[in-house]
């Protein structure tokens, strides 16, 4: 009989957090050929047209009846307009990165919601 | 004629425990959503009239604790105790109180740690445990 874990996975989100952390100085003006675009790039950026972003995957599970929340640590410093493609690739190597976590915590793949399944949360 | 084989002995290698403890607390912080209809009852307007004065307010109590699973900390909590009127655990008359209460958390959490696979070993006394107080 196969062991009965005591976790159960009650709900995923995708979770997009603000990052205040990051600063696109630290990436842009590093190639002089780019100058004018990099400026416009940061000025957007003063400008609040676009942020920086983290996005990781957290599992709300029960575990001997009390609800924890686990997470994957998260990819940052993503700029917030970067194409939707990007932004659900990034998810879905976060949710694998959980899959691992839960796997740890004796939770099957299989037990677990697919990443579709997943709400977004704006933090 | 059958042929005896020798058995291979072949040692395991010792199994990681998924779930690493790194600290365990016990906090007592501000109860800011307590429910005080109790107040309301016959008999108790010297005390809601003590907690509109301010002389006390209201705290939760949990256990929680910092545990690295596949290189991610994450924090585990036990439900929690909340709505206990502050001035029953804060001066020496309510230490009794709270320590029970430490307790009380302090052995949920162990069995969420247990059930996740924290090593009994690496899992403190209840009296060992640290309390911290948050705003």
Redesign the interface.
């Known amino acids: 009989m196969a062991k009965k874990s005591?976790?159960q996975v009650q709900k995923l989100q995708i979770v997009h957090a603000r990052d205040d952390h990051s600063d696109p100085r630290d990436y842009l003006f590093q190639d002089p050929d780019y100058k004018e675009e990099d400026q416009e790039r940061l000025d957007a950026f003063n400008n609040g047209d676009w942020y920086m972003l983290g996005i990781f995957v957290r599992a709300e599970l029960v575990?001997?009846?009390?609800i924890?929340?686990?997470?994957?640590?998260g990819i940052w410093a993503i700029e917030s307009d970067s194409g939707e493609d990007y932004l659900n690739e990034v998810a879905g190597e976060e949710y694998e990165?959980l899959l691992?976590?839960l796997k740890?915590?004796?939770v099957k793949p299989s037990q677990v919601p697919p990443i579709g399944d997943a709400k977004q949360r704006d933090e | 004629m059958g042929s005896t084989r020798r058995p291979r002995v072949v040692e395991a290698a010792p199994r990681r425990a998924?779930?690493k403890l790194e600290e365990i607390r016990v906090v007592v912080e501000h109860d800011p959503d307590p429910d005080v209809s109790y107040l309301e009852q016959e008999d108790f307007e010297e005390r809601l009239a003590a907690f509109q004065a301010g002389e006390f307010s209201f705290v939760g109590v949990h256990a929680e604790a910092d545990v690295v699973?596949?290189g991610?900390v994450?924090t585990?909590?036990?439900?929690g105790l909340w709505g206990i009127e502050s001035n029953s655990v804060e001066n020496e008359s309510g230490e009794e109180y709270l320590r029970e209460i430490v307790v009380q958390e302090y052995e949920?959490l162990r069995?969420?740690l247990k059930?996740?696979?924290v090593p009994t070993s690496e899992l403190p006394q209840a009296f060992e445990v640290k309390i911290e107080w948050r705003e």
């Open positions: 005591g976790v575990v001997n009846g009390t924890q929340t686990v997470q994957s640590p990165v691992g976590i740890e915590l004796g | 998924p779930a699973i596949e991610v994450q585990l909590t036990s439900g949920e069995k969420i059930t996740v696979g």
